[in-house]
């Protein structure tokens, strides 16, 4: 027999012995593990209905599958059971209480008794939990990360307190988790008045690849108070805006960073679009979501940048007008003419600005600011704004 011949033979074999032992890979950041077959649990319909097993497999499964319906006492009778039924009763309640997510998350402890009854060892278990029925029922399942940023998303909209999610990713982290509800709070100043402080816990643990995520919303504002803020603010926007859909893309920017400078009152700390559209008050952060909150309305492609400038953090906003993209900086032009703040490049930024360069898309288009004003404003509004820069 040729070794052409051997190899070609033992190909099947090698295969299956591949996907018994179990591999792990890794695409576009997910993570998905194959394991070997495991043993299906068999429930028995009697007066007193119990599980069969007849391995550590089937153990484990049972247990789990207890825990997933929220039953606080179970049956399994071990027939023919394939090693130490006392052993592995012992290390499959450590097992499925520490490693397993939802036992980790619901279950307070498991006690257990273990019988011997003629040909069979009946386990009984009875199951304490820290958390609800209700609560074990609404862990929701999240395919990828995406899934759990648009969970994340639904329950904030709807002013949930609190979700929490399954889910096999390397990337899930606090952090990860903290960023993407930071990003939706930054795109989308219409549907939340304020961001809300996230706080989470691990179950296991953060650095398991499956895990349970518990996230807690922590609201500024009660909800019933913020939707009406909400309706009050995107009312303002609709009126601030009403005909900028009509205009050239470049000018309705234009009118958006106008609109934000000279609603702003006076300069301060407040940093939502609410405070810089309704009362008027607000510093960089508040203004570049005002700017984000219009060019939404107007259907311009917008974002919020965090840096910094003069050694103070800074927050300004990246349009992107026909294939190219732009700085604006609202908060510039409050009182000065609208040219400090329009449509710069990153060379124009360079020595005035800090951010980070690889989170941003590059701003180098061929429109210039001054070029873009003088086309749009009219004589009358240029004017104005000289005297407001002067004054």
Known sequence: MTARFRLTALLPALLVLFLLCGCGR???????????????????????????????????NALKTMISSAAETGTVRAVDYNGSVADDVARVCQTVTREYPLGSYAVEYVSTSVNRILSY?????????????????????????????????????????????????????????????????RRHPELLISNPRLSFEFYPTEEAVSKIVRVSFNYTEPQEESVALLISLTERAEALTAGFRELPKEEAALRCCLAVAEGIQSISG???????????????????????????????????????????????????????FYHVDSFACIGAAPTEG???????LRLRYWWDVDKYPPCSGPLNGEDVVE?????????????????
């Not at 304490?128 to 029922?137: D, G, L, N, Q």
């Not at 086309?375 to 004054?391: D, I, M, N, Q, V």
């Open 121 to 185: 060892d009946e386990v009984r278990f009875r199951i304490a939990y820290r958390r609800t029925p209700e609560e074990i029922s609404s862990v929701r399942i999240a395919m990828n990360l995406g899934d759990m940023y648009t969970m994340m998303e639904n329950a904030v909209g709807a002013g949930r307190n609190s979700l929490a999610v399954q889910i096999s990713s390397l990337n899930v982290s606090e952090r990860t988790l903290s960023e993407a509800m930071e990003e939706h709070y």
């Open 342 to 348: 329009f449509l710069m490049s990153d060379n124009d």
């Open 26 to 60: 890794y695409y576009e950041g997910e993570y998905t593990y194959i394991t070997r077959h495991e043993e299906t649990t068999e429930l028995v319909a009697s007066d007193s209905p119990y599980y069969v097993v007849h391995t550590y497999l089937g153990l484990n």
């Open 270 to 324: 407040q940093n939502t679009a609410y405070d810089a559209i309704i009362k008027g008050t607000a510093g960089s952060e508040g203004c570049a979501m005002a700017y984000q909150l219009l060019c939404n309305t107007c259907g311009i492609d917008c974002q919020v940048v965090a840096g910094r400038s003069g050694g103070s953090v800074r927050y300004w906003n990246i349009v992107h007008l026909d294939r190219a």
């Open 375 to 391: 086309a749009y404003l009219r004589p009358e509004e240029k004017e104005e704004e000289t005297t407001s820069a002067e004054g």
